[in-house]
């Protein structure tokens, strides 16, 4: 039995800015629901940013029009918050806008466990802190689920946790404290936890990538309207993944992408200290 999914991440409906090219954000939602009827998913993810956040009127506006646009897709929608869904808006507001509560979820569905890990993802901007705060209420919600699952689980956030490098990332190269969460490291530990095979799908940094951390597989899935890495075309980035005994995982678009994983329950050995904090690996002294 198989599990599918489909994705679309950052959407960013909105003027252009930047590199994310909001303009063709609607247009692309459409092709993405012709996409899903003939791809017959499970369900739909929304990894979040669904708009460019402008202020509170621009944005609840968007974000009306964007809920429009899901309605278009017959299959079950799962939704989560980007920073730009909550620079100016609520979470309240914007579960009122999609029709469905937007808190921590778990679903059991085809053998798989979904975990929707909707910790905040509001950018603090502040003189004492500048970027994401990660709560421990959301870290403890983590740990939990990773600790009951008897099943395996895809972990799904809008901010990834794995802390892979952002070298040649557009907006995060040289701002890589912005690409994740203060604490990923305590986020991976909650994770590591279960004893079960485990992977993890995110958005937020604009770019399909694979990353392996402990033997536990971390996703990142283009934007649908990025532009970086497709010479100011919008990527018109949608995923499917299939979830069974392996995890297969197909971008389409400008920018595409595929992957075939086998997620397990082993967990790699724990890394060395420092070298010099390593009695076995220090120089022995001559005498």
Same mark, same amino acid.
């Given at each position: 039995? *198989?599990?599918?999914?489909?994705?679309?991440?950052?959407?960013?409906?909105?003027?252009?800015?930047?590199?994310?090219?909001?303009?063709?954000?609607?247009?692309?939602?459409?092709?993405?629901?012709?996409?899903?009827?003939?791809?017959?998913?499970?369900?739909?993810?929304?990894?979040?940013?669904?708009?460019?956040?402008?202020?509170?009127?621009?944005?609840?506006?968007?974000?009306?029009?964007?809920?429009?646009?899901?309605?278009? %897709?017959?299959?079950?929608?799962?939704?989560? /918050?980007? /920073?730009?869904?909550?620079?100016?808006?609520?979470?309240?507001?914007?579960?009122?806008?999609?029709?469905?509560?937007?808190?921590?979820?778990?679903?059991?569905?085809?053998?798989?466990?979904?975990?929707?890990?909707?910790?905040? !993802?509001? %950018?603090?901007?502040?003189?004492?802190?500048?970027?994401?705060?990660?709560?421990?209420?959301?870290?403890?919600?983590?740990?939990?689920?990773?600790?009951?699952?008897?099943?395996?689980?895809?972990?799904?956030?809008?901010?990834?946790?794995?802390?892979?490098?952002?070298?040649? /990332?557009?907006?995060?190269?040289? /701002?890589?404290?912005?690409?994740?969460?203060?604490?990923?490291?305590?986020?991976?530990?909650? %994770?590591?936890?279960?004893?079960? @095979?485990?992977?993890?799908? !995110?958005?937020?940094?604009?770019?399909?990538?694979? *990353?392996?951390?402990?033997? %536990?597989?971390?996703?990142?899935?283009?934007?649908?309207?990025?532009?970086?890495?497709?010479?100011?075309?919008?990527?018109?980035?949608?995923?499917?993944?299939?979830?069974?005994?392996?995890?297969?995982?197909?971008?389409?678009?400008?920018?595409?992408?595929?992957?075939?994983?086998? @997620?397990?329950?082993?967990?790699?050995? @724990?890394?060395?200290?420092?070298?010099?904090?390593?009695?076995?690996?220090?120089?022995?002294?001559?005498?």
């Amino acid at each position: 039995m *198989t599990l599918r999914i489909a994705i679309v991440a950052d959407i960013h409906h909105g003027a252009p800015s930047a590199t994310k090219r909001g303009d063709a954000a609607l247009g692309l939602m459409a092709e993405f629901a012709l996409f899903t009827a003939d791809a017959k998913p499970d369900l739909v993810l929304d990894l979040g940013d669904r708009i460019s956040d402008i202020d509170r009127d621009t944005d609840l506006r968007l974000e009306r029009e964007v809920a429009d646009a899901f309605r278009a %897709i017959t299959a079950p929608v799962l939704h989560l /918050n980007g /920073n730009h869904d909550r620079d100016h808006l609520s979470v309240a507001e914007n579960a009122e806008i999609l029709g469905q509560v937007l808190d921590h979820q778990t679903l059991d569905l085809n053998g798989w466990r979904l975990a929707l890990w909707r910790a905040d !993802s509001k %950018i603090a901007r502040g003189p004492d802190h500048h970027g994401f705060i990660l709560r421990e209420a959301d870290l403890l919600w983590l740990a939990r689920t990773a600790q009951a699952a008897d099943r395996p689980m895809l972990v799904v956030s809008h901010v990834p946790v794995s802390g892979h490098a952002q070298t040649g /990332n557009y907006y995060f190269e040289r /701002n890589p404290a912005a690409s994740t969460y203060p604490m990923a490291d305590r986020a991976r530990a909650a %994770i590591a936890q279960a004893r079960q @095979p485990v992977a993890c799908l !995110s958005g937020h940094v604009h770019w399909n990538t694979v *990353t392996q951390v402990d033997g %536990i597989p971390h996703l990142t899935q283009q934007s649908l309207t990025e532009s970086f890495t497709t010479q100011g075309e919008p990527a018109a980035a949608w995923g499917l993944m299939e979830l069974g005994e392996t995890l297969r995982w197909q971008v389409f678009g400008r920018d595409p992408f595929q992957a075939v994983l086998t @997620p397990a329950a082993r967990r790699w050995t @724990p890394p060395l200290p420092p070298f010099g904090e390593h009695a076995g690996l220090r120089p022995r002294k001559e005498t």
